[in-house]
């Protein structure tokens, strides 16, 4: 590490302590929270992200997830494996839905693009900048959250772990939300009290949850959230390389940033270490 100038990658955070010659370093993740912390890059090093990689896999996840509970897909595959043919009853839908999502980020504004296509209204909060996108309706700060919450019949999360989102959806935030409105929530799982949340579900205020990230995660195998009818769980998979255009544009992303850093040219991606986000 001693005599490195450039990373590509996201090597274990402890080994940069050594590298005293870091120019640049270009993570092939979204995520930057292990890399921004005290005393693990000096200051004059350059932090990079993938952000605008993710947002196309993980926004059609979320998509798989929502439709598999408004339509009861979880209850039917079920019933298959029991070999039972019955009707279950009423579902929903996405058209006409008011989708309230928190983290414009490239995930967020994917999702929004995707259920605005199903004709949803889309409803946006971010942290900064109200320049609002075609694709969403309606465009908030931060400080909207608690009178948003009562009118939304989805909420997505899309949120880095920050000091601000820490347990952000507390019970109160979940009391908060519309009776039968689903919760998904493919940020950081430590934005959310797992707790209440099995408890707003359980008890019927909530028709469910579908969650990519968990607190804590993994999830051991004998948490409750396990067996919560209509909570969704999958193992922090929605992003990866799973789809092959993630990939590609991480490396095109990562070219990208080389070349403009050989020609002494600003860099996309710069993340901000105050916050953690990528700068615009």
């Known amino acids: 590490m001693q005599d490195i100038d450039v990373i590509i990658g996201n090597p274990p955070p402890h080994l940069l302590k050594d590298a005293h010659k870091l120019k640049w370093l270009q993570l092939n993740s979204a995520g930057t929270d292990s890399y921004i912390k005290d005393g693990v890059l000096s200051e004059n090093v350059i932090l990079t992200n993938a952000t605008g990689a993710y947002g196309l896999a993980i926004s059609e996840h979320m998509i798989a997830v929502l439709l598999t509970i408004f339509k009861k897909l979880n209850i039917y595959i079920d019933n298959q ?23 414009l980020g490239n995930i967020g504004e994917e999702f929004a693009k995707r259920v605005k296509a199903f004709g949803a209204h889309t409803i946006g909060v971010r942290r900064s900048n109200l320049n609002k996108p075609d694709f969403i309706d309606e465009l908030y700060l931060m400080d909207k959250i608690d009178e948003l919450l009562p009118e939304a019949d989805v909420v997505a999360l899309s949120l880095p772990n920050t000091n601000e989102t820490y347990k952000m959806f507390s019970k109160e935030k979940l009391d ?3 009776k039968n409105s689903v919760l998904l929530n493919v940020g950081r799982g430590n934005v959310l009290d797992t707790e209440a949340l099995c408890d707003a579900v359980k008890c019927g205020h909530l028709l469910g949850a579908g969650l990519d990230v968990t607190d804590p995660e993994p999830l051991p195998k004998n948490h409750r959230i396990w067996d919560i009818d209509n909570i969704i769980i999958t193992p922090h998979i929605s992003g990866g390389y799973h789809i092959k255009e993630t ?34």
């Open 81 to 103: 494996k029991n070999h039972i043919w019955r009707d279950e009853g009423m579902v929903r839908s996405i058209y006409n839905s008011k989708v309230l999502i928190i983290g």
């Open 247 to 280: 990939l590609e544009t991480i490396l095109e992303i990562s070219i990208h940033n080389l070349n403009n850093l050989l020609n002494d040219e600003k860099l996309m991606n710069i993340v901000d270490f105050s916050t953690g986000y990528a700068k615009k």
């Open 176 to 178: 908060l939300m519309k």
